[in-house]
């Protein structure tokens, strides 16, 4: 029988350890909107390697009927987050998140929080997908539940998302329109994302824009960290664009670019420009 073909998993809990592990701990003010409750059942769309999804577990208690399930589409994720952090308040599966319709969970609905970090920029990348994501959630929630999120927003290290739109150009042969395509980010306006809230449903409370430069982690000796560990990560898709023989110079090319620009002079740290997008909407 022939196996329906798997979508390829990009992620590593390890890799991402080392270029982005810096993500899960600037979440202070996202978390104080979320405000989790002993009672709370809270889902987390996009859950990644799971370590900030235990961290709002931590604030739920399962005598009172709270808990949290992480969801995401990467096997290799949702194996590491099962092994290290699931237990009685806190549970993992499996899911698309684009494609939210297929999850049982959600579709019982019962939530009373649907909280994401540093997820829908991926979820929300393609247009077709985008409002039937915030219908699911919509329909998820309890009258009265808040969806709370920070995602990246408009001009999110646009440094970055420019310096391989050139490099898949001159060193990919791309032309210009199919290197714009292959990003996989969607980074929106205020502006958009509060209508589309609006268009479903939501009540918009929050939504708001953060410069937010983020300094990028030591590089190793393996090659991991640093900014080329954090471009070959989270620009895997850009780099699948072109055939495999080509992608280390297009990586280079990038390098190259953005490092004019997110160098400091004083000491020689990297900084991306991260631009965060934060929201609570209240199902009306
Ligand atoms: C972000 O969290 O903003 C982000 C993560 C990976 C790639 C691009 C942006």
Same mark, same amino acid.
């Given at each position: 029988?022939?196996?329906?073909?798997q979508?390829?998993?990009?992620w590593s809990?390890?890799?991402?350890?080392?270029?982005?592990?810096?993500?899960p701990?600037? %979440?202070?003010?996202v978390?104080?909107?979320?405000?989790?409750?002993?009672?709370?059942?809270?889902?987390?769309?996009?859950?990644g390697?799971?370590?900030?999804?235990?961290?709002?577990?931590?604030?739920?208690?399962?005598?009172d =009927?709270?808990?949290?399930?992480?969801?995401?589409?990467?096997?290799?994720?949702?194996?590491?987050a099962?092994?290290?952090h699931?237990? %009685?308040t !806190?549970?993992?599966?499996?899911?698309?998140?684009t494609?939210?319709?297929?999850?049982a969970?959600?579709?019982?609905g019962?939530?009373?929080?649907?909280?994401?970090? @540093?997820?829908?920029?991926?979820?929300?990348?393609a247009?077709e997908?985008r409002?039937?994501?915030?219908?699911?959630?919509?329909? @998820?929630?309890?009258p009265?539940?808040?969806?709370?999120f $920070?995602?990246g927003?408009?001009?999110?290290?646009?440094?970055?998302?420019?310096?391989?739109? @050139?490099?898949?150009?001159?060193?990919? =042969?791309? %032309?210009l329109?199919e290197?714009?395509e292959?990003s996989?980010w969607?980074?929106?306006?205020?502006?958009?994302?509060?209508?589309?809230?609006?268009?479903?449903?939501?009540?918009?409370e929050?939504?708001?824009?953060e410069?937010?430069?983020?300094? !990028? &982690?030591? $590089?190793r000796?393996?090659? &991991? =960290?640093?900014?080329?560990?954090?471009?070959?990560?989270?620009?895997?898709?850009?780099?699948e @664009?072109?055939?495999?023989?080509?992608?280390?110079?297009?990586?280079?090319?990038v390098e =190259?670019?953005?490092e004019?620009?997110?160098r400091?002079?004083?000491?020689?740290?990297?900084?991306?420009?991260?631009?965060?997008?934060?929201?609570?909407?209240?199902?009306?």
């Amino acid at each position: 029988m022939a196996t329906p073909q798997q979508p390829k998993d990009h992620w590593s809990a390890e890799k991402y350890h080392s270029a982005a592990s810096f993500v899960p701990k600037l %979440t202070s003010t996202v978390l104080t909107y979320l405000a989790p409750q002993p009672q709370d059942k809270i889902l987390d769309l996009g859950c990644g390697d799971g370590v900030l999804t235990a961290q709002i577990a931590a604030a739920v208690s399962s005598s009172d =009927g709270g808990k949290v399930l992480g969801l995401d589409a990467s096997p290799s994720f949702i194996d590491s987050a099962k092994r290290n952090h699931e237990g %009685t308040t !806190c549970s993992f599966h499996l899911q698309d998140c684009t494609r939210l319709e297929g999850c049982a969970e959600l579709r019982e609905g019962g939530w009373d929080k649907v909280f994401s970090n @540093a997820a829908l920029h991926w979820i929300l990348r393609a247009p077709e997908t985008r409002e039937s994501v915030f219908r699911r959630v919509h329909e @998820a929630l309890e009258p009265g539940g808040k969806f709370v999120f $920070e995602m990246g927003g408009a001009g999110n290290v646009a440094e970055v998302q420019a310096g391989f739109t @050139a490099a898949l150009v001159s060193k990919g =042969g791309l %032309t210009l329109r199919e290197a714009r395509e292959a990003s996989p980010w969607f980074f929106p306006s205020t502006q958009w994302m509060s209508q589309m809230l609006g268009r479903v449903g939501f009540e918009v409370e929050v939504c708001e824009l953060e410069y937010r430069p983020t300094e !990028c &982690s030591p $590089e190793r000796a393996d090659g &991991s =960290g640093g900014l080329g560990g954090w471009l070959r990560l989270m620009g895997a898709q850009f780099l699948e @664009a072109v055939p495999e023989g080509r992608r280390e110079e297009v990586l280079r090319e990038v390098e =190259g670019i953005v490092e004019g620009v997110v160098r400091r002079e004083e000491d020689g740290s990297r900084w991306l420009g991260y631009v965060r997008l934060r929201a609570v909407a209240r199902k009306k």
